[in-house]
């Protein structure tokens, strides 16, 4: 495993981050084995959500038991819309972030995360809260998820001129697998800055230096190795509704078409291939991968080694022709 620091938080985290958003974890079942597993390997930083059903309470047990909370880094997320309004106010967001903190066992989170934005809301008022909690040792950095860069650079700019600290991480829907669609529609919407229409997104990432922690990293599944480029009606049916809805076009079956044929000449899986083009960017970027087995996590791990060259990440992404 490979490890990088992020300003705020004091403890190095794994490049590649464990999601917690796996059916067991939703429904509050023990997933202590498998956390374990994941662990072994050197995953020291998981993602969650007040959200993500009683996905918090099932890694809270997990800390407890093993007495590691020093040792790991949580990302945890509120403020997501719910119950038919939006919830990006001062109020929602203190709620959720002592929700947390209950369900978690803990009394502080690494990294705290807006789940969603709301365009008709200042970002003034969010960034004053979660400075209070920073300043009170509660939460390290901070940030958005699903938000674009424009507000992100928004929220700061208040920042700046209130001297407060900013928003210093992201996490946006980043992958080889361009998310084209919304996956679940409706409401405050998702942020992607995956495909070549979104290259100022990420141009913006890497001049202020603000690292992406890059969710649905694998498409919800359809570069993890399930699906095969020549089969769109398969697909359909192995995927989950919100991944067909998000990710089931013929551009990314061309982009699956083209990590298979890599991934047949490096000697290794598609999955790796869709993990090491991100790893392979220009920007700093943490990919955020779930999966039911610790063995597919130990798989997905050895992209940590594959180099791609610029023309193969160019390729990959439908930017250029193969020579």
Same mark, same amino acid.
Request: proline share 2%.
């Given at each position: 495993m490979k490890y990088q620091e992020i300003k705020y938080v004091t403890?190095?985290?794994? !490049?590649?981050?464990?999601?917690?958003?796996i059916p067991s974890?939703?429904?509050?079942? *023990?997933?202590?084995?498998?956390? *374990?597993? @994941?662990?072994a390997q050197g995953i020291t930083t998981f993602d969650t959500a007040e959200n993500y059903g009683l996905s918090e309470a099932s890694l809270g047990h997990w800390l407890k038991n093993r007495g590691?909370?020093?040792?790991? @880094?949580?990302? =945890? !997320?509120?403020?997501?819309p719910y119950d038919g309004r939006d919830r990006v106010t001062p109020e929602d967001l203190k709620h959720d972030i002592e929700q947390s903190f209950e369900r978690l066992g803990t009394d502080y989170i690494d990294i705290y995360l807006m789940h969603r934005d709301d365009l008709k809301v200042e970002p003034g008022p969010m960034v004053e809260i979660l400075n209070e909690y920073h300043k009170a040792g509660k939460i390290g950095a901070f940030g958005g998820s699903n938000w674009t860069h424009q507000r992100i650079a928004e929220a700061n700019q208040y920042a700046r001129e209130h001297g407060l600290i900013p928003f210093t991480v992201s996490s946006p829907n980043f992958g080889l697998c361009d998310q084209i669609g919304d996956p679940w529609g409706g409401g405050p919407g998702c942020v992607t800055i995956?495909?070549? =229409?979104?290259?100022?997104?990420?141009?913006?990432y890497r001049d202020n230096q603000i690292p992406v922690l890059a969710y649905s990293s694998l498409g919800r599944g359809?570069?993890?190795?399930?699906? !095969?480029?020549n089969d769109m009606e398969g697909a359909k049916k192995i995927l989950d509704p919100n991944a067909v809805k998000g990710?089931?076009?013929?551009e990314n079956f061309?982009?699956?078409?083209?990590?298979e044929q890599l991934a047949k000449e490096k000697d290794c899986t598609v999955p790796q291939i869709a993990l090491a083009w991100i790893l392979n960017q220009d920007f700093e970027v943490f990919p955020l991968v779930s999966a039911k087995k610790?063995?597919?996590?130990?798989?997905?791990? !050895?992209?940590?080694?594959? @180099?791609?060259?610029?023309?193969?990440?160019?390729?990959? *992404?439908?930017?250029? *022709?193969?020579?």
């Open positions: 403890k190095s985290l794994s !490049k590649i981050i464990f999601g917690c958003a974890m939703i429904q509050g079942e *023990d997933a202590d084995e498998l956390l *374990d597993e @994941v662990y590691n909370r020093e040792k790991v @880094v949580i990302i =945890s !997320k509120g403020c997501h995956s495909g070549p =229409s979104n290259a100022e997104a990420r141009a913006w359809m570069f993890a190795g399930l699906v !095969k480029s990710y089931c076009y013929p061309e982009r699956l078409a083209r990590a610790a063995s597919r996590i130990a798989s997905n791990a !050895k992209a940590l080694d594959i @180099v791609l060259a610029k023309e193969e990440v160019e390729w990959l *992404d439908l930017r250029r *022709d193969r020579r």
